[in-house]
């Protein structure tokens, strides 16, 4: 298994501009997240979806949208960027169940200028 | 709403010796489940070791430990025999036992920057 795999791993944007991040896993989880790291900080959660058509909010969504057709793929979509959105983000995965632990993917590294 | 507070921006060890990394959380569940990950400059997350609250017996995993003290909600992670590998952010996590995608969420503290010196 590739586990959670996220592309790209770095990007520059320029102020209003538009971006895809991808998101995909091979291990036919239902739940997964998207979160942001702010330098100095802990991971917060952007959205969150308990499986194919199911999203929802997380603490820090403003700013960005999610879509989940398939069990595989959670992309997150940034509509107008902004410099507030500089950040390292992450995807996760999970299975089913309380007691399953949360896999996260290598990380996407946006400036946003 | 939980808080993970990691009152160790900085922490540094020997190679070979060992070192403790602090973590307090404010809840009022009692039910929950508390993990140490690790992230190396690779930026990836690493699981290094997960508690059930309802265990009274601590979590081991080979050279990593931890110290979870329920009332006092305090959960230390020791690392023994310290390699340069080791050396990386390290991430305490909260996550409630409540059903649900938000509530299976995991809140992280601010984290704790461990070097290991040769």
């Known amino acids: 298994n590739a586990g959670v795999t996220q592309t790209p791993k770095f990007r520059i944007l320029k102020i209003g501009q538009s971006m895809t991040l991808q998101c995909t896993q091979d291990m036919n989880h239902n739940y997964m997240y998207w979160y942001r790291q702010d330098p100095g900080m802990g991971l917060k959660l952007i959205y969150y979806?308990?499986?194919?058509?199911?999203?929802d909010k997380g603490e820090v969504p403003n700013g960005y949208n999610v879509s989940r057709s398939t069990t595989e793929d959670f992309p997150l979509r940034l509509e107008l960027a902004a410099p507030s959105q500089t950040s390292v983000y992450f995807c996760?995965?999970?299975?089913?169940?309380?007691?399953?632990?949360?896999?996260f993917g290598p990380g996407t590294r946006l400036t946003v200028l | 709403a939980q808080t993970v507070t990691q009152s160790q921006p900085e922490m540094s060890v020997q190679e070979a010796e060992t070192v403790t990394l602090s973590c307090t959380y404010d809840t009022s569940e009692s039910d929950y489940y508390l993990f140490w990950y690790k992230q190396p400059p690779s930026r990836q997350m690493i699981l290094v070791i997960r508690?059930?609250?309802?265990?009274?017996q601590n979590a081991t995993e080979n050279r990593f430990s931890v110290n979870f003290q329920k009332a006092a909600k305090s959960f230390s992670l020791k690392i023994s025999d310290s390699q340069l590998g080791d050396a990386a952010m390290y991430f305490c996590a909260y996550r409630s036992e409540r059903s649900g995608g938000s509530n299976y969420k995991l809140t992280f503290g601010k984290g704790t920057l461990l070097t290991v010196n040769p």
């Open positions: 996760a995965s999970r299975y089913r169940g309380f007691t399953d632990t949360q896999y």
């Open positions: 979806s308990v499986g194919a058509g199911i999203t």
């Open positions: 508690q059930e609250a309802y265990k009274q």
